[in-house]
């Protein structure tokens, strides 16, 4: 699976953006789509996920703020009311063997086998 990012971007705090993750070799047993996200210095945090069964679960300090969704092969992060904290690197990130249970922005990084080269968000204040 290729996975591409797209819409990152500089916004000012309370903006708005959305990224878009295009996954190509793609095959309907991706069970988990996702994002992450590392800030300089900072190690990569989950930050949304979606699970097969089409359920998303978020890291606390982006609830209510950020929307994951998928359309066939094309995920997406709608990310409002953004914050300075929120900058970083955003990565897409994919796997076909993590169970539902396990499909959470709190599972470790090392067990998404597939990632995005990543798209650049920044929030200024």
């Known amino acids: 699976v290729e996975l591409v990012e797209s819409g990152g971007g500089s916004v000012q705090t309370g903006g708005s953006l959305r990224l878009s993750c295009r996954a190509s070799?793609?095959?309907?047993?991706?069970?988990?789509m996702g994002w992450f996200r590392q800030a300089p210095g900072k190690e990569r945090e989950g930050v949304a996920t979606?699970?097969?069964?089409?359920v998303p679960a978020y890291a606390e300090s982006v609830k209510d703020r950020f929307t994951i969704s998928r359309d066939k092969d094309t995920l997406y992060l709608q990310m409002n009311d953004l914050k300075p904290e929120d900058s970083g690197t955003y990565y897409c990130?994919?796997?076909?063997?993590?169970?539902?249970?396990?499909?959470?922005?709190?599972?470790?990084?090392?067990?998404?086998?597939?990632w995005g080269q990543g798209t650049q968000v920044t929030v200024s204040s």
């Open positions: 979606l699970n097969v069964d089409g």
């Open positions: 070799g793609y095959n309907d047993d991706n069970r988990c």
């Open positions: 990130v994919a796997d076909n063997y993590l169970t539902t249970s396990r499909c959470k922005p709190g599972t470790d990084a090392s067990k998404f086998d597939n």
